[in-house]
């Protein structure tokens, strides 16, 4: 076990429609649906056709960069439209579910296993996106050994799910999943566990448990790695969800992708927020059949956490990553006055301008709106409270809106992606959009430095 | 309040996207949101937002300079009926003060919003916040007796050569306020120093005269105020900087909201304390010997080192920087004070100083963060 990390900086919101503890299962949804713009910097190049048929764990894409990194159906199914956007992009490939084989990959026994064979059946099976690799945040390069694998089963984010919750029935999968991992990196994988649930996982074996204590964005991969071994230019880091650690156990021990995915259905307009089993990329309206939603409100889908998520059409699908979908209302009204001081005490603010510190105890119930207008930088300070990392928020903000990469290397950007500065874009008076600047500076990292 | 919504956005129509009063937008904007927090929702980013936005803010300072204000108005009035000799009430003394200063500050926001309106319609963005504080902070720190033109002048400077040409709020280098100050000041002399300025109707009438503490110091003269009389402020000076105790009380609004910075206040009382402790040991002349505890409460010091000092946006940005600065705001007041009789008041000059100096003091601060980045990168490297 490591020394703990401990953060004082940063904000725990607690919002109303948590999920509670109680695991249903989703009727197999009908259509499912892979994005490439889930994978940050991914180049897609199709390899199906409308209309083409796919098994379980088939290729449908792979990346234009290195052709080994295939990305695979969830299901066995047939491929039912291709949807593109602007300069035909591919948005979505959905892909209708019906009754076929899956495709049998076959594993070593775990003692005959190596860094090549492991790194051979994560890339054919289609498990190797499971991995993501700092800087930026990008999918893993297969020929690289890591600095280090984390994977964080603290979620401090707003509605967060429980990891422990989510995998204590699945935990034979997950020692395995840890197993095949520590073949990839010299280092056992560090495994971040909330300091106060410390025993949760203390039947897990061959990890170096981080034990993490303090608020959002304590449970942030970057936060965790700045603080207990912070990269360095030139070093690469991976992470793991932890999820995806019991998928990559489970198709070591079956031969079989497996795109599970245990999805805390969550938010104040949620009828009953609660745990749902699905699948990767599933229709979302087979989570809300089991959950609920009050129709009553004009709503906002997100997959993903209040701060860092993406925006989702009620009907759409669930994206790869992301173990939590929150349904907020939509803010589309007037608040007169609402800019004094000590008004709307109810809206959750880390501003001591507001008395919402009073109504927090129950949890919060809050909305989209941007409660203010988007000014220049002006007040100072703000950021670096809710930002836990030795780093200059506001500098390094400035620094990728001039798009100086001298200044950005030097200021860190190699050790946040976009998710850190979730709390500044909800906290800054100004309304910057952060996580929008700092994604736009890593692009630039990519394209320029690479 | 659905009916006024309805009339409101009536009211805006021509003013919408293709519409014939597109380009002045911004101006009838300013007054929309004047009236509610608009509905706009999140795009990106964050899907949720704290309740705090500028507005919020800015209008935190006009409520922690209200104190301040108001005894200044007072003051004013007190100022000029213990020179006539009248009797008088404290409403006979508020009534002088407002009919003095109410149209000063008129003047300074009429100007400096026409200006800030002007400008955010030529540039396509919404009209900023910031000149609602600066709006009331020139008025407060001039002498009650300027003309008003002067003020008027002093203002379109501040904005335009301040602020405009830096970029609009949040840009500025120098603070708006005290550079309409200091404007004043250099081009006005006669009107801004001397013992014909600072109390009521003085100018006009031979009857009335007064000094600054400052003032008398620097020419040597003899200061018959005890400590209290200058920490409650019936004394005379500047509109709104004469009383301790009530900037004091504006000063707890500013920390205990978060909106002003501790540091910065904290940083230059030290830094003025230390430095006025060392002249007292010193005490050449009659400035040196005026005791430190003095010197923090009169002038403008106290005024300017929460109200002006404090000013994000000319302050430095870091929490290490912002106490180097606050800590030289302190210590050049002081200096400025004692070693420079032509201009006794040293805290304007003190903060527009550092003002220049701030990005400087960041400078250092964020290259410290860099040098420690780099040297962990050159160690990796080593090890690796």
């Known amino acids: 076990m490591s020394a703990g990390i401990r953060t004082r900086r940063g904000a725990t919101i607690n919002l109303v429609g948590e999920a509670e503890k109680i695991l249903s299962v989703a009727n197999p949804s009908k259509t499912f649906a892979l994005k490439p713009d889930n994978f940050f910097g991914l180049v897609p190049r199709l390899m199906v056709k409308e209309g083409e048929k796919v098994a379980q764990g088939s290729p449908v894409f792979h990346s234009k960069t290195d052709s080994r990194i295939v990305f695979v159906s969830p299901v066995s199914g047939e491929v039912k439209a291709v949807v593109r956007g602007a300069k035909r992009k591919i948005l979505e490939i959905v892909i209708e579910a019906k009754n076929g084989d899956a495709v049998v990959h076959e594993v070593p026994a775990a003692k005959a296993l190596d860094r090549e064979t492991v790194r051979n059946i994560l890339l054919k099976s289609g498990a190797w996106p499971f991995i993501r690799q700092r800087p930026y945040g990008v999918l893993a390069e297969p020929d690289i050994v890591p600095k280090a694998i984390y994977v964080s089963t603290y979620a401090s984010a707003p509605l967060d799910v429980d990891y422990w919750f989510l995998l204590k029935n699945n935990l034979e999968d997950f020692q395995n999943g840890i197993d095949v991992l520590n073949h990839l990196s010299d280092v056992p994988v560090k495994l971040s566990v909330e300091a106060n649930f410390l025993l949760d996982f203390e039947s897990i074996k061959g990890v170096d448990k981080l034990p993490i204590d303090g608020p959002h964005p304590a449970g942030n991969v970057s936060v965790q790695i700045h603080n207990h071994s912070p990269l360095n230019m030139g070093e690469k880091v991976w992470e793991v969800r932890p999820e995806d650690v019991a998928n990559i156990g489970k198709l070591f021990s079956n031969g079989v992708f497996s795109a599970q995915r245990t999805i805390a259905v969550a938010g104040q307009s949620v009828l009953q927020p609660q745990y749902v089993k699905s699948i990767i990329g599933a229709h979302l309206s087979s989570l809300f059949e089991i959950s609920g939603i009050d129709n009553t409100l004009q709503n906002r889908v997100i997959n993903g956490d209040v701060l860092t998520g993406k925006a989702v059409a009620l009907d759409g699908y669930l994206d790869y990553f992301n173990n939590l979908v929150t349904v907020i209302p939509e803010g589309n009204q007037y608040r007169m006055f609402g800019w004094l001081p000590f008004m709307d005490n109810k809206i959750p603010s880390l501003s001591k301008t507001s008395l919402s510190w009073l109504f927090g105890r129950k949890g919060y119930r809050t909305d989209t709106n941007m409660n203010g207008e988007e000014r220049a930088f002006v007040v100072t300070g703000e950021m670096e409270k809710v930002f836990p990392m030795d780093i200059y928020p506001m500098q390094l903000i400035k620094a990728c809106m001039a798009g100086d990469i001298e200044k950005m290397e030097a200021l860190g950007i190699y050790e946040v992606i976009p998710e850190d500065f979730g709390l500044i874009d909800y906290a800054n008076t100004s309304k910057i959009e952060a996580q929008e600047i700092i994604k736009e500076g890593i692009e630039l990292m990519i394209k320029e430095v690479g | ?384």
Not at chain 2, 101 to 110: D, E, G
């Open chain 2, 1 to 384: 309040m659905s009916f006024l919504r309805k009339k409101l956005d009536d009211l805006k129509r021509p003013f919408g996207k293709g519409q014939k009063w597109e380009r002045f937008a911004p101006a009838i904007n300013a007054f929309d949101t004047f009236l509610f927090v608009p509905n706009h929702t999140t795009r990106t980013g964050a899907h949720i937002r704290d309740a705090v936005d500028l507005k919020r803010t800015m209008v935190t300072v006009i409520i922690a300079l209200m104190p301040a204000l108001i005894y200044g108005i007072y003051n004013t009035g007190y100022q000029y009926y213990i020179q006539t000799g009248e009797s008088f009430t404290f409403l006979d003394a508020f009534l002088h003060g407002s009919w003095k200063i109410v149209p000063m500050i008129v003047v300074s926001y009429v100007v400096g919003l026409t200006i800030e309106f002007i400008f955010a319609v030529y540039r396509g963005h919404e009209v900023n916040e910031g000149y609602l504080v600066t709006g009331l902070l020139i008025p407060m720190i001039m002498p009650v007796d300027i003309p008003l033109w002067m003020v008027a002048i002093s203002v379109a400077f501040a904005v335009l050569i301040a602020k405009e040409a830096f970029g609009g709020t949040g840009m500025n280098i120098l603070n708006p306020a005290l550079t309409a100050r200091a404007f004043a000041f250099f081009a006005y002399p006669t009107y801004m120093s001397g013992n014909k300025v600072w109390v009521s109707e003085a100018s006009n009438l031979d009857a009335i005269s007064g000094e600054t503490i400052l003032g008398t110091l620097a020419a040597g003269g003899n200061v018959n105020y005890s400590f209290f009389e200058m920490f409650q402020g019936s004394i005379p000076g500047s509109i709104a900087e004469t009383s301790a105790f009530f900037v004091l009380i504006g000063a707890v609004i500013l920390i205990a909201t978060g909106v002003g910075s501790w540091r910065i206040m904290l940083g230059s009382v030290l830094g003025a304390a230390l430095v006025g402790f060392l002249f007292n040991l010193w005490g050449a002349n009659a400035l040196m010997s005026f005791s430190w505890v003095n010197h923090l409460v009169v002038g403008g010091f106290a005024f300017g080192v929460v109200f002006m000092a404090t000013d994000p946006v000319s302050a430095a940005q870091t929490n290490k920087g912002k106490w180097v600065y606050g800590i030289l705001v302190g210590v050049f007041c002081i200096l400025i004070r004692v070693f420079n009789p032509a201009y006794p008041e040293g805290v304007m000059l003190a903060i527009l100083l550092m003002n220049v100096f701030a990005p400087t003091i960041d400078h250092y601060v964020i290259q410290g963060n860099i040098n420690k980045r780099k040297k962990r990168w050159a160690a990796a490297l080593k090890t690796a």
